[in-house]
């Protein structure tokens, strides 16, 4: 059975930080992209980074520069380290992976950023 299990979220300030984190369980964690997305209030749940096998990363134009994808092989971990952060980044995160054409995701992680 896939899992995701998402932590790190909180309540910070403009220009705060936070580290996600997002352990996985039942898949061979090391070949797989992995994906962290969030979703606001009234908004679509949008691709945020992306990092694959090999350690290649995606970012949105959003958080290019401010966000930084992560992977950790050996205890099966995706991170993202957050900073700068604004209160248009205030959503749920989840973490997220495809395999085999199955789509898994975590239970997600609430980020506040307060103005």
């Known amino acids: 059975q896939v899992r995701l299990v998402e932590s790190g979220g909180g309540l910070v300030q403009t220009g705060g930080s936070l580290r996600l984190s997002c352990t996985s369980s039942?898949?061979?964690?090391?070949?797989?992209?992995m994906n962290w997305y969030r979703q606001a209030p009234g908004k679509q749940r949008e691709l945020v980074a992306r990092?694959?096998?090999?350690?290649?990363?995606n970012y949105s134009d959003s958080v290019k520069g401010r966000f930084s994808i992560t992977r950790n092989n050996a205890i099966d971990t995706v991170s993202l380290q957050m900073n700068s952060l604004e209160p248009e980044d205030t959503a749920v995160y989840y973490c997220?992976?495809?395999?085999?054409?199955?789509?898994?995701w975590g239970q997600g992680t609430q980020v506040t950023v307060s103005s």
């Open positions: 997220n992976t495809n395999v085999e054409g199955e789509t898994y």
């Open positions: 990092i694959f096998s090999g350690g290649y990363t």
């Open positions: 039942g898949i061979n964690f090391k070949i797989y992209t």
